[in-house]
């Protein structure tokens, strides 16, 4: 029976649908305004209060509880560029991108030479140093240096660059890779050389045991902006 009158001044039981039973939990009486059945406009259920506290008896974290201790600085924020694809997760300096095959900065407009391009400069030097008589090609050389270059690498359109410092490769630099690097790639004959050119095809930055040793990458720069 429900607590109020029905609408002819009785009172009677509200009944569930057809064909739907109780609920085994459910009272046997309902009341549409107050206790209403629960197959009519349920709901889902809400967390009761307190849910997702622990539970009495454990002990409740102390006022401030993981912030750090008095005295100590704030972290500092993030910078700009911070995240996935940096390297280190640094920011990339202005005119740079990060190239994922390397995984090194690169100037804009510049790519890490190809392997057959890089090939192609080594047998490029031979017919190049007959033409110039081989004087000519070591002066050629000696100034082609000062900008990153080798005669072949300069017809070619490549340069020598060094990732540490984000400049092309100096004299100085050219001269460590052409000399002494030259001499460790020949120090045991086709062993070495064999050596180098694995290196060159399968190293991710193309890095031969010359380049190992001065700390360059070879780029092409078809557009010179690093003459710039």
Same mark, same amino acid.
């Given at each position: +029976?429900?607590? *109020?009158?029905? #609408?002819?001044?009785?009172?009677?039981?509200?009944?569930?649908?057809?064909?739907?039973?109780?609920?085994?939990?459910?009272?046997?009486? *309902?009341?549409?305004?107050?206790?209403?059945?629960?197959?009519?406009?349920?709901?889902?259920?809400?967390? #009761?209060?307190?849910?997702?506290?622990? #539970?009495?008896?454990?002990?409740?974290?102390?006022?401030?509880?993981?912030?750090?201790?008095?005295?100590?600085?704030?972290? #500092?924020?993030?910078?700009?560029?911070?995240?996935?694809?940096?390297?280190?997760?640094?920011?990339?300096?202005?005119?740079?991108?990060?190239?994922?095959?390397?995984?090194? +900065?690169?100037?804009?407009?510049?790519?890490?030479?190809?392997?057959?391009?890089?090939?192609?400069?080594? *047998?490029?030097?031979?017919?190049?140093?007959?033409?110039?008589?081989?004087?000519?090609?070591?002066? %050629?050389?000696?100034?082609? %240096?000062?900008?990153?270059?080798?005669?072949?690498?300069?017809? &070619?359109?490549?340069?020598?660059?060094?990732?540490?410092?984000?400049?092309?490769?100096?004299?100085? %630099?050219?001269?460590?890779?052409?000399?002494?690097?030259?001499?460790?790639?020949?120090?045991?004959?086709?062993?070495?050389?064999?050596?180098? *050119?694995?290196? +060159?095809?399968?190293?991710?930055?193309?890095?031969? &045991?010359?380049? &190992?040793?001065?700390?360059?990458?070879? &780029?092409?720069?078809?557009?010179?902006?690093?003459?710039?």
């Amino acid at each position: +029976m429900s607590d *109020f009158p029905g #609408p002819d001044g009785g009172q009677e039981a509200i009944q569930p649908p057809p064909g739907q039973p109780y609920p085994s939990s459910a009272p046997t009486q *309902f009341n549409p305004q107050f206790n209403p059945p629960p197959w009519q406009g349920q709901q889902s259920a809400q967390p #009761p209060p307190g849910y997702g506290q622990p #539970p009495p008896g454990y002990a409740q974290p102390p006022p401030g509880y993981g912030q750090p201790p008095p005295g100590f600085p704030q972290a #500092p924020p993030v910078p700009a560029g911070y995240g996935y694809g940096q390297p280190g997760g640094q920011p990339v300096p202005a005119g740079m991108y990060f190239d994922q095959q390397s995984g090194l +900065m690169l100037p804009q407009g510049t790519v890490l030479a190809s392997s057959g391009r890089r090939i192609g400069a080594f *047998f490029l030097a031979i017919p190049l140093a007959i033409v110039t008589l081989g004087i000519g090609y070591v002066i %050629w050389g000696l100034i082609a %240096w000062g900008n990153g270059q080798t005669p072949a690498l300069q017809v &070619l359109g490549m340069r020598c660059y060094r990732p540490e410092t984000n400049r092309i490769a100096g004299f100085w %630099w050219m001269a460590l890779r052409n000399i002494v690097g030259r001499i460790v790639d020949g120090i045991l004959s086709i062993i070495t050389e064999l050596i180098s *050119f694995i290196f +060159m095809l399968n190293r991710p930055d193309r890095r031969t &045991l010359h380049d &190992l040793v001065a700390g360059t990458v070879v &780029l092409h720069d078809p557009n010179k902006v690093l003459s710039q």
